[in-house]
């Protein structure tokens, strides 16, 4: 059985800022559950472009608002409290935030936590265990 707060990840190698993000991974590759779980906080007047290309990523807003656009199609969605969007397909996507987000995230396969976004935004596949 594994117990984290994110009180206790907070300051360690397992809080990363990405600038206009905080990402609190609270469960991670090293775990090994196959899958990873973050609270990640975006913040108010930020735009900011990711593309998973070898990674599923679910995500769901439990605090603030913002647009998601999907840059493939263009289709953009308004995100608020209780929204839920799953990037299945890997689509390379904006956030833009109006109000601080605050997010629950699941990516499979599982982050390291080490990872950094390259120039697309996307992290770098997984290597082999």
């Not at 109006?98 to 995230?105: G, S």
């Not at 599982?110 to 935004?121: K, L």
Request: glycine share 10%; hydrophobic share 35%.
């Amino acid at each position: 059985m594994i117990v984290r707060t994110t009180d206790e990840i907070a300051g360690t190698h397992r809080d990363v800022d990405g600038g206009s993000w905080r990402s609190k991974r609270i469960v991670l590759a090293d775990d090994g559950v196959g899958f990873s779980f973050h609270e990640t906080t975006i913040a108010a007047g930020t735009v900011n472009e990711f593309h998973y290309r070898h990674h599923v990523e679910a995500v769901w807003l439990v605090e603030g608002r913002g647009t998601l656009t999907n840059l493939e199609t263009g289709d953009v969605h308004p995100l608020g409290p209780g929204s839920m969007y799953l990037l299945d397909g890997h689509e390379r996507h904006r956030v833009t935030v109006e109000e601080t987000m605050r997010m629950l995230c699941v990516f499979n396969p599982p982050v390291t936590g080490r990872e950094v976004h390259d120039a697309t935004g996307a992290y770098p596949a997984p290597q082999p265990a």
